[in-house]
């Protein structure tokens, strides 16, 4: 019932650009955190950035200046435009949702719901 659907992945040289769109159903868009997260080879799951039902949007140190989360509710989609790609930006990455609990957004949100995974590969 509840689906996170990722598009946009692919191969992409160092110093370009992607942008990875996600389109969910089931869940009440407008109530929910976004965020998106990555799996390095051979680590953890890491969260990328998140964006609040308001619009504050929080990213991770290894990518802030580079890329930028935004939502539109109207269409129950949230976009990560990535630039400046490095080759150290390659694994996989998650759409994910999470309720919003409180009034202000304190990363990480804990997560309800997640995609499948879009695989970004970034070539030197």
């Known amino acids: 019932q509840v689906q996170l659907v990722e598009s946009g992945g692919g191969l992409v040289q160092a110093g370009g650009s992607l942008s990875l769109s996600c389109t969910a159903s089931?869940?009440?868009?407008?109530?929910?955190?976004m965020a998106w997260y990555r799996q390095l080879p051979g680590k953890q799951r890491e969260l990328v950035a998140e964006i609040g039902t308001g619009g504050f949007a929080h990213y991770a140190d290894s990518v802030k200046g580079r890329f930028a989360i935004t939502r539109a509710n109207a269409r129950n989609t949230v976009y990560l435009q990535m630039n400046s790609l490095k080759v150290e930006d390659t694994g996989v990455y998650y759409c994910a949702a999470g309720r919003r609990t409180a009034v202000i957004m304190v990363p990480p949100t804990r997560i309800d719901h997640w995609g499948q995974g879009t695989q970004v590969t970034v070539s030197s």
């Open positions: 089931g869940i009440i868009f407008s109530s929910n955190v």
